[in-house]
């Protein structure tokens, strides 16, 4: 088991700044695929960005690229999310997630975690 807790959500301006952090517990992080996903109301939950175990594989949404970067702390147990030039668009509860992945395949799909947090919500105002 894996247990998963965001946390970095809040208001921002549209251009502006947030990080958000995702604190793992449990099994053996350096062995999981870390992703990011968000789900705005009425919509699917989407790929955002994920990361390989050693952090040297990263995908992004084209969405996203350029303005968002996700890396790990395996020594802290945390993934994080750095989102930069927010839009209003980008407005929607964000969730980390793990996939047991210990020869570096990154998953951009929802089926292919094992494991979700709680979420935690980004607001973007025009």
């Known amino acids: 088991q894996v247990q998963l807790v965001e946390s970095g959500g809040g208001l921002v301006q549209a251009g502006g700044s947030l990080r958000l952090s995702c604190a793992a517990s449990g099994r053996t992080f350096s062995s999981y695929a870390m992703g990011w996903f968000r789900q705005a109301p009425g919509k699917e939950r989407e790929f955002v960005a994920a990361?390989?175990?050693?952090?040297?594989?990263?995908h992004y949404a084209d969405s996203v690229k350029g303005r968002f970067t996700i890396s790990r702390d395996n020594a802290k147990n945390t993934v994080y999310l750095q989102m930069n030039s927010l839009k209003p668009e980008d407005t929607a509860v964000y969730y980390c997630?793990?996939?047991?992945?210990?020869?570096?395949?990154?998953?951009?799909?929802?089926?292919?975690?094992?494991?979700w947090g709680q979420g935690t919500r980004v607001t973007v105002s025009s």
């Open positions: 990361i390989s175990w050693s952090g040297s594989n990263t």
């Open positions: 997630a793990a996939d047991w992945s210990p020869f570096g395949v990154v998953g951009v799909t929802t089926e292919k975690y094992d494991y």
